[in-house]
């Protein structure tokens, strides 16, 4: 091979060796920048996205982990997408509201029909109460009637009198006799004397007859009945028309029942009623309310609603307790706007809604404040603030509330929208990341939402409440079941003790409606047999204290309300503590941190 073939292979080779190169270089090396370019862009997306936890929508952080509270796994923050139709919406996802348990339903009109819960007493009829008296005077001489409830009749003797009166009466008659013929009208005045006695024409012509003057003459009874009193004993002295006994006839009683002031406008006239006898379970009587008294009583502030029953069983007893619902109907209205309580969030000065809307961009709600009519037990009528049609959350309001805080839009505290907040320590947790930068402020939630107010007397009276209510939420928090139950026996009694006379004016109504409420959740306190019923039954204990707290503020020292979104089924939880540190009631020591303080009542 000659030196020129040589150097032309050489140059061949490296020739291919370098179009080798820069092909690798060209086609190899370009797939790598692709791959890294977009590993580069989820690294930035992963540093952009915001964590949340759906139990505590507060906590906010940069990256995956666990809840410092509750220890859920941490979830991405949706965006809340274009504000601008809406800057007072707070957007839900579908999933954010499956996870609050927010329901929603159509605002309709319909017939407002509200139960209404009566007590009363059974007692006589007043028309059928009659006072049986002497109509002679004279000496008690027997009594056939010796003691109250005892049935007698028409007619019959109830007593044997003694009358000096009368035996000289008598006397007189047999004079007149003698000389009837020459002077007929005084022997009819000696007989029209007797009569006005109450002599029969018989007993005067048997008394003429046998020509002997009696001593002694019966009293009959002029009607049927039970004696109910008995006003004389044997050997006293009596004048004529002094009452010996009161008769009252049973066949016809009537049930009083009690009307408070707040449930007037829902009772009529010729309503019906349905009411039970606790002597008599399993017994209902059907009955029409006849009349309502016009005044109400200065210190029970009720009224009287009358109910006549026929009794002719005489199962109706005076005296015996009666519980009653009339289904009642306000006249002026025949369709009115109705929501469930639930979905009302109530301050004491301002009654919040929060009416869904959906738009290409999802689901968001919009704070709406209303006007609340009536109650109706489970729901309310709205005077102002809705049209029919409009679609509200039912259930999960807290939570949405609690997101529209949290995103500084308008909310039941802050109406008028307030600070973003990007998490905050809640319940002496760890530290979090991502809290707030230094011009941020914690939202403040103290408002003062008293409905009335009340003396220091009243306040004093309320005192041993919470004191027990206080007690019964640090055993539950402490896992103590004895201590707990004991403390919610103490609650109901304190409730018992409550001298409601404290309560003046307005706040008398206010307060016996939530001592109503107070007492049906507090029924069966001390029935539960283990910590895991009385926790049942403390949310709806809770719930009584805070309408309470919320109508006349504390009796003492500042309250905190907290919550728990895991309590109650995942359904959420309040409950009032004098600390603000979280001890949370519904899980003890297996969830102590859990929760958050929501307000600060004065």
Avoid at 158 to 182: N, W
Avoid at 291 to 304: E, G, L, N, W
Avoid at 393 to 405: K, L
Avoid at 454 to 459: G, W
Wanted: charged letters at 20%.
């Amino acid at each position: 091979m000659t030196h020129s073939n040589r150097n032309t292979i050489i140059i061949a080779a490296i020739t291919l060796l370098t179009g080798l190169l820069a092909g690798w270089l060209i086609f190899g090396g370009g797939t790598k920048e692709p791959e890294l370019q977009e590993h580069i862009h989820e690294t930035e997306l992963a540093a952009e996205t915001t964590w949340t936890c759906s139990m505590h929508p507060q906590i906010r952080q940069q990256e995956p982990g666990d809840c410092p509270i509750c220890g859920m796994d941490l979830i991405p923050l949706e965006s809340e997408g274009n504000d601008a139709l809406d800057p007072g919406a707070i957007r839900m996802s579908e999933t954010a509201m499956k996870l609050a348990d927010v329901v929603t339903a159509p605002v309709r009109k319909m017939k407002p029909v509200k139960n209404v819960r009566l007590n009363g007493k059974v007692q006589a009829d007043e028309r059928l109460v009659y006072s049986q008296s002497s109509h002679i005077t004279g000496r008690i001489e027997q009594l056939m009637v010796n003691f109250t409830g005892e049935y007698i009749r028409k007619g019959q003797t109830i007593a044997s009198v003694y009358s000096p009166e009368l035996v000289t009466a008598q006397e007189e008659l047999f004079e007149a006799e003698k000389i009837k013929d020459a002077q007929p009208e005084l022997f009819q005045a000696a007989r029209d004397k007797l009569r006005n006695w109450k002599l029969t024409d018989n007993q005067i012509d048997k008394i003429l007859a046998t020509g002997e003057t009696r001593e002694a003459f019966p009293v009959t009874a002029d009607v049927s009945g039970y004696v109910t009193k008995k006003m004389v004993n044997l050997g006293d002295y009596i004048t004529k028309g002094k009452t010996i006994y009161e008769i009252a006839d049973l066949s016809r009683v009537w049930v009083m029942f009690e009307v408070y002031e707040t449930d007037i406008a829902w009772i009529s006239e010729n309503d019906s009623v349905e009411f039970t006898v606790q002597s008599l379970p399993g017994k209902v009587f059907k009955g029409v309310i006849s009349f309502i008294d016009p005044v109400i009583d200065s210190q029970t502030r009720v009224a009287k609603a009358r109910v006549s029953m026929k009794n002719p069983d005489a199962q109706l007893k005076p005296g015996m307790f009666t519980s009653g619902i009339v289904e009642a109907q306000l006249d002026h209205t025949d369709q009115a706007m109705v929501v469930p309580k639930s979905a009302v969030m109530w301050t004491g000065t301002r009654s919040v809604v929060f009416v869904r809307q959906t738009t290409d961009q999802g689901v968001n709600f919009t704070y709406r404040e209303v006007t609340l009519g009536p109650s109706l037990g489970d729901g309310y009528i709205i005077d102002e603030g809705l049209e029919p049609g409009e679609v509200i959350a039912v259930n999960g309001t807290f939570s949405i509330d609690a997101a529209a805080q949290l995103a500084g839009k308008p909310s039941m505290m802050s109406p008028e929208g307030g600070v973003k907040m990007t998490g905050h320590n809640h319940g002496g947790g760890a530290d979090m990341a991502g809290q707030e930068d230094e011009g941020n402020t914690q939202m403040e939630m103290a408002v003062n939402t008293s409905k009335a107010t009340i003396s220091d007397v009243a306040k004093g009276e309320l005192e041993p409440l919470y004191n027990s209510y206080l007690e019964l939420t640090e055993a539950l928090a402490n896992d103590d079941f004895e201590q707990a139950s004991t403390a919610g026996i103490a609650l109901k009694d304190a409730l018992g003790n409550v001298n409601m006379g404290a309560f003046k004016d307005n706040a008398h109504e206010i307060w016996m409606d939530h001592a109503d409420n107070l007492e049906n959740t507090l029924e069966h306190v001390a029935h539960h047999g283990s910590i895991e019923e009385l926790r049942s039954a403390y949310k709806g204990i809770s719930d009584a204290m805070i309408a309470l707290t919320r109508s006349f503020g504390t009796p003492g020292d500042t309250l905190y309300l907290q919550y728990c979104p895991m309590a109650n089924n995942d359904q959420g939880a309040n409950w009032l503590s004098n600390y603000s540190e979280i001890k949370n009631p519904y899980f003890g020591e297996m969830m102590l941190k859990c929760g958050e303080t929501h307000d600060t009542i004065q």
